[in-house]
Nanobody, 120 residues
Framework: QVQLVESGGGLVQAGGSLRLSCAAS????????MGWFRQAPGKERDFVAT???????RHADSVKGRFTISRDNAKNTVYLQMNSLKPDDTAVYYC??????????????WGQGTQVTVSS
């Protein structure tokens, strides 16, 4: 059974940093893309970043230069380093595994989400 478990969310002041982790279990995902999405209250679940099995990345314009996605294939884990956080970054953050892309339909497996709250 495939499981994705996110951790690292929390409450932080504007300008601060957080590092999210997502550990995958149940099978090896070293050949898949791994990504992060986020969903703010009352809004759609939006693309944040994605990374291929060999380290190519893509970030949404809204987070470019502030967030960095990375992965450790040996640990089946993907990370999201978030710096210079803004109140607009407040959302539930979800990790996902699938094929390379920025759409939700590109991903087959999803975590349960971790809350990130940025206070002004």
């Amino acid at each position: 059974q495939v499981q994705l478990v996110e951790s690292g969310g929390g409450l932080v002041q504007a300008g601060g940093s957080l590092r999210l982790s997502c550990a995958a279990s149940g099978r090896t995902f070293s050949s898949n893309a791994m990504g992060w999405f986020r969903q703010a209250p009352g809004k759609e679940r939006d693309f944040v970043a994605t990374i291929t099995w060999n380290g190519s990345t893509r970030h949404a314009d809204s987070v470019k230069g502030r967030f960095t996605i990375s992965r450790d294939n040996a640990k089946n884990t993907v990370y999201l380093q978030m710096n210079s956080l803004k109140p607009d970054d407040t959302a539930v953050y979800y990790c996902a595994v699938g094929r390379w892309g920025t759409r939700r339909v590109d991903y087959d497996y999803w975590g349960q989400g971790t809350q990130v709250t940025v206070s002004s």
